[in-house]
Nanobody, 115 residues
Framework: QVQVVESGGGLVQAGGSLRLSCVASRNPFSINTGGWYRQAPGKQRELVASISSGGNTNYADSVTGRFTISRDNAKNTVYLQMNNLKPEDTAVYFC?????????WGQGTQVTVSS
């Protein structure tokens, strides 16, 4: 059973940076598409950024220019570098990966940005 584990969340002041990591373990196959989602209290889960197997990226308008998604295929890991964080970025961040046409979610990591 594939296990997806996120790490790197925490508390940061506005303007600061965090780097989230997402590892797909117990998995001999490569990640196809990777994505980061977030869910703030009382709001729906939304796509923040995604990256294809070929490295093509897509970002939500609210994070374009501040966040960067990347991947390390050798480590089966997807990253989200978050710069110039804002209080409205506060949410639980979830990783979602597609492996052999099946999608897997991580348990989420909390990101809190103080003003």
């Amino acid at each position: 059973q594939v296990q997806v584990v996120e790490s790197g969340g925490g508390l940061v002041q506005a303007g600061g940076s965090l780097r989230l990591s997402c590892v797909a373990s117990r998995n001999p196959f490569s990640i196809n598409t990777g994505g980061w989602y977030r869910q703030a209290p009382g709001k729906q889960r939304e796509l923040v950024a995604s990256i294809s197997s070929g490295g093509n990226t897509n970002y939500a308008d609210s994070v374009t220019g501040r966040f960067t998604i990347s991947r390390d295929n050798a480590k089966n890991t997807v990253y989200l570098q978050m710069n110039n964080l804002k209080p409205e970025d506060t949410a639980v961040y979830f990783c979602n990966v597609e492996i052999r046409r099946l999608r897997y979610w991580g348990q989420g990591t909390q990101v809190t940005v103080s003003s």
